[in-house]
Nanobody, 113 residues
Framework: VQLQASGGGLVQPGGFLRLSCTAS????????MGWYRQAPGNQRELVAR???????NYADSVKGRFTIFRDNLKNTVYLQMNSLKPEDTAVYYC????????WGQGTLVTVSS
């Protein structure tokens, strides 16, 4: 299974971005998926997860601002990020939750004025 994340970029505080992650393989629809991030000098952390039944959980730091959703027909999981803050700056990755697949390159999100 391979994961390809995209959609990152430079955005001003208060702005928004939508990240996408497409997975290869045949079991995507039954897999719990997560979005993770790693800021410079910090450990990688799980920020959002979504089950096969589309139940969601969020880290307290992003709750109310980020939304994770999935399209099983496209083998894709998304992360809608609103009201972005400078502290959201990080490389964002997708993986199963808990992580069981080799990490891809991730996509860089920079929140700065």
């Amino acid at each position: 299974v391979q994961l390809q994340a995209s959609g990152g970029g430079l955005v001003q505080p208060g702005g928004f971005l939508r990240l996408s992650c497409t997975a290869s393989g045949n079991s995507f629809s039954i897999t719990v998926m997560g979005w993770y991030r790693q800021a410079p000098g910090n450990q990688r952390e799980l920020v959002a997860r979504i089950t096969a039944g589309r139940s969601t959980n969020y880290a307290d730091s992003v709750k109310g601002r980020f939304t994770i959703f999935r399209d099983n027909l496209k083998n894709t999981v998304y992360l809608q990020m609103n009201s972005l803050k400078p502290e959201d700056t990080a490389v964002y990755y997708c993986n199963t939750a808990p992580s069981m697949i080799s990490w891809g390159q991730g996509t860089l999100v920079t929140v700065s004025s």
